[in-house]
């Protein structure tokens, strides 16, 4: 047989230069794989972005492919590339993510912790802090956050801080925890400053201060911070740390709000809801606090409530009031409570008064004092409730020395009429005038009578026009009333 060498050879080279024009074209992507299958594992980064993105750095198309992109990750992170590692961990533990696995996350997360990268070790100690008790573990926490911390990972130093703050798996320790806030502070990390401020502001560090509180609060807003923004337009608001300034408080609402902190939103509807810093403005307070009760924020929800009820901005639905204060309720606000169980006792049955109790018994448990006055009101009168002056007293004992004067007033009148212990009219009347002097209208009233009548004290017509004027400023219409009879 004959064989015609020289077409055989050019057939050859066709086939041939068409094999290394095929791998010119998948150059970058072949390489990588190859470089990734022999332990490179910034070769499988490369080669993961390119089936992510669909082309390579020259811009050369393929057909992308998110499995494979995925199995090169993986790739990466078993080859020691640490920050994959991370990022794998991360998306696994997403809250976003619909089937999230804490199990891979923190597989992955270790992965990336034992080659140093230490963002991956605070993570993974998150993990072990924050999900159910089953699995929570503070030992290891602790453990992954000291690794963090000691390789300069500012929110590992911030992490490990709260644990001393807060006692979890260690003892608590106030000096330690202002010693890594302040450290991650000045490393930039703006949860940080707002612990570490929120400390000087609360004493913890064995004493208050503001000044330190107000720089802390304020470098974590400048740092982005949406919690550090509303703090510090709330010392600008008291004037603590720094000159008392509306305006700049407002800006630092604009700022959190901006940021979607529900907090920050509802302190800045209220603002322009009442004309604090800025000119009244119906419309903008009511969309700031629909943001923030949407949001889950009881105050938002609150004053909102108000806008509907009282018709602010909006046209007055007392059906969409009760919704908002509803929900406040719900969101354990104490003055919702509270307003939903006077709103009740304005029924006048037995039946609201019991449904008023309860708004009033979840006000006080919500730690709003005047709800506990309420409840104090329902048992001094057995209302909704069977009567029992021992509690009544008990709780406007503890209400008045924590200054809510309407219960020195109750206190006083319990005293007057002799309920529930003896008789004592200038135990009354020194109550009536703790009551008076925190401006409660009945409490000035009531010393008014005691003055006019001679009731625990001398008569002092004097004395008694003075407390009936007071308790007519406070908008109280029997002391306008008795005022005018006395002026007469």
Not at 194 to 220: I, M, P, R
Not at 365 to 377: A, L, Q
């Amino acid at each position: 047989m004959i064989i015609n060498l020289k077409e055989h050879l050019y057939l050859l080279s066709i086939v041939t230069a068409m094999l290394v024009t095929s791998a010119c074209s998948r150059s970058e992507l072949f390489k990588a794989e190859l470089a990734c299958s022999k332990g490179d594992g910034k070769a499988c980064v490369t080669a993961a972005n390119i089936y992510k993105n669909g082309e390579d750095s020259t811009g050369k198309k393929i057909v992308a492919d998110l499995d494979k992109a995925r199995s090169f990750f993986i790739k990466a992170c078993d080859n020691h590339e640490g920050s994959v590692c991370n990022e794998i961990g991360k998306e696994l533990s997403s809250p976003n993510r619909k089937d999230v696995d804490f199990v891979a996350a923190t597989e992955f997360f270790e992965k990336g912790c034992n080659v140093n990268n230490y963002e991956a070790c605070t993570n993974l100690g998150v993990l072990y802090a924050g999900t159910n008790e089953l699995r929570r573990n503070f030992d290891k926490s602790y453990q992954y956050f000291v690794k963090a911390c000691s390789g300069q990972n500012a929110r590992g130093c911030t992490l490990l801080g709260l644990m001393y703050e807060k006692g979890q798996g260690v003892v608590t320790n106030i000096s330690k925890a202002t010693s890594l806030y302040q450290r991650s502070c000045n490393n930039n990390d703006p949860q940080a400053c707002v612990n570490l401020g929120l400390l000087y502001l609360q004493g913890s560090t064995g004493f208050v201060d503001n000044k330190k509180a107000f720089e802390n609060f304020e470098k974590g807003c400048t740092l982005g911070n949406a919690q550090s923004c509303n703090n510090l337009a709330n010392m600008y608001i008291n004037g603590m740390g720094t000159n008392r300034d509306y305006k700049k408080a407002l800006t630092n609402f604009t700022k959190s709000c901006a940021k979607y902190d529900a907090t920050g939103c509802a302190n800045l509807g209220y603002m322009y809801q009442r004309g604090i810093g800025t000119n009244v403005n119906y419309e903008k307070a009511n969309d700031y606090l629909s943001i923030g009760c949407n949001a889950n924020n009881s105050l938002a929800c609150l004053n909102l409530g108000y806008s509907y009820k009282n018709g602010l901005g909006v046209e007055k639905n007392d059906d969409t009031y009760l919704e908002y204060a509803e929900k406040s309720c719900s969101l354990s606000n104490g003055e919702a409570c509270s307003n939903l169980g006077i709103r009740a006792m304005g029924e006048g049955n037995e039946k609201a008064y019991k449904k008023a109790f309860k708004y009033f018994e979840l006000s006080c448990n919500f730690g709003y004092i005047k709800g506990c006055t309420n409840v104090g009101v329902l048992y001094q009168n057995g209302q909704g409730v069977e009567q029992n002056f021992e509690k009544a007293i008990s709780i406007y004992q503890k209400t008045c020395s924590t200054n809510d004067f309407l219960a020195c007033a109750n206190l006083g009148i319990m005293y007057t009429y002799g309920q529930g212990v003896k008789e004592d009219l200038k135990k009354a009347n020194d109550l009536f005038t703790i009551s008076c002097s925190g401006d409660s209208p009945l409490g000035c009233t009531l010393l008014g009578y005691a003055f006019k009548e001679g009731i625990g004290t001398k008569i002092d017509l004097n004395k008694a026009k003075e407390h009936f004027k007071k308790a007519c400023d406070l908008n109280d219409e029997e002391g306008c009333a008795m005022y005018k009879q006395l002026s007469k």
